[in-house]
């Protein structure tokens, strides 16, 4: 792939909260973990975790926690991509509490590329109750949800939101 067209695959990557019934398959979440497991990673400790949720009625629970975004529970499988506090700071003490959360962001942007190529539809939810899903889920302590990352087969829109001009974000050598 050469650089213009790693810029139409990224371009082409939009969250979708339609999805068809059914769940991905064992092959396409090997996949995604597979792929999650390349991301760059403070100190290579990979300070994530992920649970993958396709009980219905775990599903359900997770859309009541996320404000009833209906895609959680429509998608037919999330990745609850979490933060493990402990193998981080293990090395980094308090400061791999942020590192874990990196690791965690970057492992599931992964997996969203990875959905991406395998022609799969993913929507990042970032809004819910973290002690409502940590219920849910039974996470230890250490551990922090850090996205629902749902996936499955989708409605794309017909065209991707408007985009903010790269140069707005850039600043060089000072703000």
């Keep these: 792939m050469d650089s213009s067209e790693f810029l139409n695959f990224l371009a082409t990557r939009v969250?979708?909260?339609?999805?068809?019934?059914g769940c991905i398959t064992e092959d396409d979440a090997e996949y995604l973990l597979t792929a999650a497991s390349k991301a760059p990673s403070a100190g290579n400790l990979e300070a994530w975790d992920v649970v993958i949720v396709t009980d219905p009625g775990q599903l359900e629970m997770l859309a009541d926690a996320a404000g009833n975004q209906h895609q959680i529970k429509d998608a037919g499988c999330?990745?609850?991509?979490?933060?493990?506090y402990v193998r981080?700071?293990?090395?980094?003490?308090?400061?791999?509490?942020?590192?874990?959360v990196e690791d965690a962001t970057i492992a599931a942007t992964y997996m969203m590329l990875a959905a991406h190529a395998r022609r799969l539809h993913t929507c990042w939810v970032g809004a819910f109750d973290d002690g409502e899903v940590k219920g849910i889920l039974d996470l230890p302590a250490h551990i922090r949800p850090v996205a629902l990352l749902c996936v499955?087969?989708?409605e794309a829109p017909s065209r991707g939101p408007e985009r903010m001009d790269p140069e707005g974000h850039?600043?060089?050598d000072i703000w």
């Design 78 to 84: 999330v990745f609850c991509v979490c933060a493990n």
């Design 88 to 100: 981080a700071m293990s090395r980094y003490g308090d400061r791999g509490i942020m590192f874990a």
């Design 15 to 21: 969250s979708v909260r339609e999805y068809e019934e």
């Design 152 to 154: 499955g087969h989708g």
């Design 170 to 172: 850039a600043h060089y």
